[in-house]
């Protein structure tokens, strides 16, 4: 069940950041006023189930967020960009993008990146740091590892930050 509701939290989140993301880009290039959040239904749609489409398709959250790492970093760069991608392929079509601001797509692109891998680092950090102070604590154990592999490598970091 605790799984469930981080499962969960976790689209929760990213679906916030896709709603919160559109309208700050918005906001940003054309000003805020109560225009922007009534002019662009049907853009927001469109953009929000590309977002969920790619979202899904990418696997995003097949992820642990205490295990984020550059590869799923990457991962998000590249779900982000198909849903952007996306999203402008079909407003060109059934809109031409006639009134909605072309430089919005970049400002939202950087956003939603920026906003969602801040916040898988941030649980990174609480995870290492945080938590990881709670385990190291706890009673150790000595032994010497032989080796100089990559494997070895990142079998220290890991003892290291308490996943081992």
């Known amino acids: 069940m605790r799984n469930n509701i981080k499962f969960y939290f976790t689209i929760f989140h990213d679906l916030t950041a896709v709603i919160s993301c559109f309208y700050l880009a918005l906001a940003y290039r054309l000003g805020v006023n109560s225009e922007i959040f009534t002019s662009f239904n049907i853009e927001f749609i469109i953009y929000f189930i590309c977002n969920l489409i790619s979202f899904a398709y990418f696997g995003l959250y097949k992820a642990i967020w205490k295990y984020t790492s550059l590869d799923e970093l990457i991962s998000i760069i590249?779900?982000?960009?198909?849903?952007?991608?996306?999203?402008?392929?079909?407003?060109?079509?059934?809109?031409?993008?006639?009134?909605?601001?072309?430089?919005?797509?970049?400002?939202?692109?950087?956003?939603?990146?920026?906003?969602?891998?801040?916040?898988?680092?941030?649980?990174?950090?609480?995870?290492?740091?945080?938590?990881?102070?709670?385990?190291?604590?706890?009673?150790?154990?000595?032994?010497?590892i032989v080796g100089n592999s990559k494997y070895v490598k990142n079998y220290l970091r890991n003892i290291k930050i308490g996943r081992a």
């Open 78 to 144: 590249k779900t982000i960009s198909v849903a952007i991608i996306s999203f402008t392929v079909i407003l060109f079509v059934i809109t031409r993008m006639g009134n909605y601001p072309r430089s919005s797509l970049l400002v939202n692109w950087f956003l939603l990146i920026s906003y969602i891998c801040f916040s898988r680092l941030v649980s990174r950090i609480y995870h290492e740091k945080i938590l990881g102070r709670k385990h190291r604590a706890q009673e150790t154990i000595h032994a010497i």
